[in-house]
Each structure stands twice: as C-alpha cells, then as structure tokens.
Nanobody, 125 residues
Framework: QLQFVESGGGLVQPGGSLRLSCAAS????????IGWFRQAPGKERVGVSC???????NYADSVKGRFTISRDNAKNTVYLQMNSLNPQDTAVYYC???????????????????WGQGTQVTVSA
C-alpha cells in the first residue's frame, strides 16, 4: 500500500516561504512520478506540481516561478519549496503518486483512492 506523510505546513505571512515534505513509507519512490495537490476551503482538490521519476517537473500556472518541487530518492522524500506565498495559496496540501507520470498538470491523477492527512498551509497577515 502506498502511504505518504506530509509535513512542513504552517501559518505564514504573505510573501513568506515554506518547505513541504512528502515522505513515503512501504515502497520506494524511485520509479514513481509524485504530485503535490491542494484543496482550499470549499473547493476541489487540484494538482499544483509534479515531478517524474526522471526529474522532469511541471507546475500549475498559479504557482509557476514561486514553487519548486524536488526529490531525494535516498531519503524517499519529495519536497515543495514555496516562496512568495499569498492568501490564495491557503489550502491543505497532499502528495500522491501521479498515475499519469507527470505528463502535465491538467492530467495529474492520484494513484488509489486514499489520501494522507495532508499539511495545512495558511497565508495570512
């Protein structure tokens, strides 16, 4: 069973930064594309960024130039560095294997039906 633990969220002022971590357990991330998704209050969960097994990255237009996704296979962890945060980034952030291999943001699809607990990011003055 693919399991992830997300961490690193918190309360930050507009313009601030956070780094989220997505640690996998029970399997190796090496051969999987991993995506970060977020769900804002009252909205659907959407793809934010993904990274293929080979290191190719994609970003939603809303975060391009501000967020950077990376992976450390030795630590079995994927990161999301978030800079220049704004209130529209407020959401619960989740990670998952992307069944579509990080082909593009619009086709990001999580593997399986269960999610981790996510990590809350709140951007507010």
């Amino acid at each position: 069973q693919l399991q992830f633990v997300e961490s690193g969220g918190g309360l930050v002022q507009p313009g601030g930064s956070l780094r989220l971590s997505c640690a996998a357990s029970g399997f190796s991330l090496d051969y999987h594309a991993i995506g970060w998704f977020r769900q804002a209050p009252g909205k659907e969960r959407v793809g934010v960024s993904c990274i293929s097994s080979g290191g190719t990255t994609n970003y939603a237009d809303s975060v391009k130039g501000r967020f950077t996704i990376s992976r450390d296979n030795a630590k079995n962890t994927v990161y999301l560095q978030m800079n220049s945060l704004n209130p529209q980034d407020t959401a619960v952030y989740y990670c998952a294997v992307d069944r579509n291999f990080c082909y593009k943001i619009a086709t990001m699809t999580p593997h399986g039906n269960s999610w981790g607990q996510g990590t809350q990011v709140t951007v507010s003055a």
